[in-house]
């Protein structure tokens, strides 16, 4: 159901990301059993401390019907000093791994990683059905009826975040939109639950769906709502007001992996607010700009925020972006959290004064 498909390659070796190469060259859906890829490689390696990054670059053969594919190899480090990858990294590697075998023409490569109760919401309010659809083969018919509503030109995974059994990411779309012929440049936000080296969950929600089909999301706007009034507290210097609107029995995690664990890990509206106090100790912000935000079913939301700050730590100035998900109770509070910044774009070491991390 792809028109065109892009892969993220490095320059050299050095490990900085590029804007995507693109491969003309139609992709079957699910329903189709072929494979056009000549050849493909991967190489993960286990020192990335927060995220694990899949890089493979594309050319057309002599051959105007097949893509060969190469993965970039990443030098080599020292095994003995090489720790284990944490489960988050193996999931990142996981869901890294099932849409490459997709996009490579190998539906029934991503289809063996999906569990046989999956579960979720993908392009719902696009696509019939997508909002709650249960088991593998509603999954599969889901994504096989794809190319009767959506032309699509551009798919780009970037952001990639894990934490406790989810892998979190965002998706930057282009396509036709068939039912008005109209081209659509967005942003999705996407929730994949692993386990056991199996995707459980998977919730892939478009942004501005009422922008595209004229009709709202079929997802309770509430969560988002509420988020965003306590998001203008907090904006407005009253982080009181933002406290408001947490639930006594907080929990999650905010800006893991850079920030010592005992205070990025909270269980508690009190242990949360001591965080908010002492975030100013490691960072200085210029800038906390809220935006994608979509709803998800299960009292769930999803959006991103891009900031620029010093990490005082070392001085460094850091632009990234964050990817964060929020549930509320019934209460209308609140209950869970997670804030999560690529913990490598601000700890490693660099000579820019400058750090960007836009994947």
Known sequence: ????????????????????????????????????????????????????????????STSPTS??????????????????????????????????????GRPEGYLAGVHENIHGSVLGGLIPGGDDYRGKAAFQELMGSMDQYMEVSKFEPKNWRAVNDDVLFNVDWAFVWIPTGKLIETTALVR??????????????????????????????????????????YGAGRPEGYLAGVSDDFSGSVLQGWVPDEMARFNSKEDFGKLMGEMEQYMEVTKFEPCNFVAMPNNDMMFNVNWCFTYKSTGKVVETTAVVRKVLDKDNNLCEKYHMVDADCVLEESPRDVVAAAH
């Not at 859906?29 to 995220?51: D, K, Y």
């Not at 190469?70 to 849409?99: D, E, G």
């Open 192 to 233: 994949k639950v692993v386990r056991d080296g199996m995707i459980c969950e998977k919730y892939h929600c478009i942004c501005d769906v009422e922008a595209i089909t004229g009709q709202p999301s079929p997802h309770d706007a509430t969560p988002v709502e509420r988020v965003q009034e306590l998001l203008a507290e």
């Open 67 to 104: 893509i060969i594919m190469s993965a970039t190899t990443a030098p080599q480090l020292n095994t003995a000093a090489t720790k284990q990858p944490t489960l988050q990294q193996s999931n990142i590697a996981r869901v890294q791994a099932l849409v490459a075998e997709f996009q490579a």
């Open 1 to 60: 159901w792809f028109d065109l498909i892009t892969f993220p390659f490095r320059d050299g070796g050095r490990g900085v990301a590029h804007r995507s190469r693109v491969a003309h060259r139609k992709i079957p859906n699910f329903h189709e059993n072929r494979s056009i890829a000549s050849a493909t490689s991967f190489s993960v390696p286990c020192s990335i401390t927060n995220q694990i990054r899949l890089s493979v670059t594309s050319s057309f």
